[in-house]
T-cell receptor, first 115, second 114 residues
Framework: DTAVSQTPKYLVTQMGNDKSIKCEQNLGHDTMYWYKQDSKKFLKIMFSYNNKELIINETVPNRFSPKSPDKAHLNLHINSLELGDSAVYFC??????????????FGPGTRLLVL | AQSVTQLGSHVSVSEGALVLLRCNYSSSVPPYLFWYVQYPNQGLQLLLKYTSAATLVKGINGFEAEFKKSETSFHLTKPSAHMSDAAEYFCAVRRRGSARQLTFGSGTQLTVLP
């Protein structure tokens, strides 16, 4: 009954490859996010989707493309992987905020290592 | 733009001692403030959040934080540390308004000594 799940948990790949990370939430939330945590544990927002529409798109390379087939899923596709893409990627979700400031719930993370 | 600074990337306390993790924010108007905890190889879990009204916020696992506008601070405290509190702690800020973007501090690694 995991609230926010990500697959895979670990991803080791070669430079130049294309890979995807999947995220699913079963909380009925309407907004989902992708964060990147670097080797120094600094966390930075990458993308956010609200009801399948992009509402935040921070200055990440266009090699990164979020795809949301429905509001329970927000996948992250990465083209032409580079060494600097090695990081932990976290998916998160939150509820509509008509009644107050909602908590963001995080997935367990995907540890990406580019060789 | 808002930002958050966590003083001390590493804090060590003895089991049973007071835990104090510092967080200062920079924002033109008082923002929303959050503390998250990250255990090894896990995602982030919300400890507590300040959104309005009460300036002393109680969270899970015995943690609490006090919003002090005059000091632009939101320090996290726990009266008595437990071994299970050892983790990475992140302070985060969010601007009031429609955007839901969280801006995180650089994190503080808490070590609890027996």
């Amino acid at each position: 009954d995991t609230a926010v799940s990500q697959t895979p948990k670990y991803l080791v790949t070669q430079m130049g490859n294309d890979k995807s990370i999947k995220c699913e939430q079963n909380l009925g939330h309407d907004t989902m996010y992708w964060y990147k945590q670097d080797s120094k544990k600094f966390l930075k927002i990458m993308f956010s989707y609200n009801n399948k529409e992009l509402i935040i798109n921070e200055t990440v390379p266009n090699r990164f493309s979020p795809k949301s087939p429905d509001k329970a899923h927000l996948n992250l596709h990465i083209n032409s992987l580079e060494l600097g893409d090695s990081a932990v990627y976290f998916c998160a979700s939150s509820q509509d905020e008509k009644l107050g400031i909602e908590t963001q719930y995080f997935g367990p993370g995907t540890r990406l290592l580019v060789l | 733009a808002q930002s958050v600074t966590q003083l001390g990337s590493h804090v060590s306390v003895s089991e049973g001692a007071l835990v104090l993790l510092r967080c200062n924010y920079s924002s033109s108007v008082p923002p929303y403030l959050f503390w998250y905890v990250q255990y090894p190889n896990q995602g982030l879990q919300l400890l507590l959040k300040y959104t309005s009204a009460a300036t002393l916020v109680k969270g899970i696992n015995g943690f609490e934080a006090e919003f002090k506008k005059s000091e632009t601070s939101f320090h996290l405290t726990k009266p008595s540390a437990h071994m299970s509190d050892a983790a990475e702690y992140f302070c985060a800020v969010r601007r009031r308004g429609s955007a839901r973007q969280l801006t995180f501090g650089s994190g503080t690694q808490l070590t609890v000594l027996p």
